[in-house]
């Protein structure tokens, strides 16, 4: 098993550029998550899904939009970057909202200049 | 929204030293979890405690849940060099749909 697996590792966007982050799971979880994590802070949720077929706004939600393509796939969204958006995120999964556990992606290290 | 205050936000330790790091809140929670995150990886879950009071061990490892709710503690005895990483903790509440807040981690270097 894979686990919690994130494309690409690493990328550089100018200001106003698009891209989508994705996230895959392998391990049958309902529950998905995106989060971004900036020097010195802990993770903040940007969006989640309970279940496939839902998603809700996090904390952060502004500038980001997701789709949970099908049970395995969570995709992150940046429409038009900023430098503000410059992270890393974390796509994370659990077997459902309430599990106590989340497994994490390896991270995407995007950088907006 | 809520928050949870991580200290110390950093450490440099020999190998060999005990380290603790704690976790406060102004919010009670129901259950208390701490992450480790190694270098360019997403955290892991190193300990889960259910219950005020609760003290849970994990190898060299040791976490406990406060009596108040609003607090935990973890403490590594020992220290090596893998030790190195980000320590999260984390608090979930039941009233929050089972979604976790996250402190900002403390940073633990370990000198050999």
Known sequence: NAGVTQTPKFQVLKTGQSMTLQCAQDMNHNSMYWYRQDPGMGLRLIYYSASEGTTDKGEVPNGYNVSRLNKREF?????????????????ASSVYMSSIEQFFGPGTRLTVL | GQQLNQSPQSMFIQEGED?????TS????NTWLWYKQDPGEGPVLLIALYKAGELTSNGRLTAQFGITRKDSFLNISASI????????????????AGKSTFGDGTTLTVKP
């Open chain 1, 75 to 91: 995709s992150l969204r940046l429409e038009s970057a900023a430098p503000s958006q410059t992270s890393v995120y974390f796509c």
């Open chain 2, 19 to 23: 380290v603790s790091m704690n976790c």
């Open chain 2, 26 to 29: 102004s919010s009670i929670f």
């Open chain 2, 81 to 96: 060099p893998s030790d190195v990483g980000i320590y999260f903790c984390a608090g979930q509440q039941s009233t929050n």
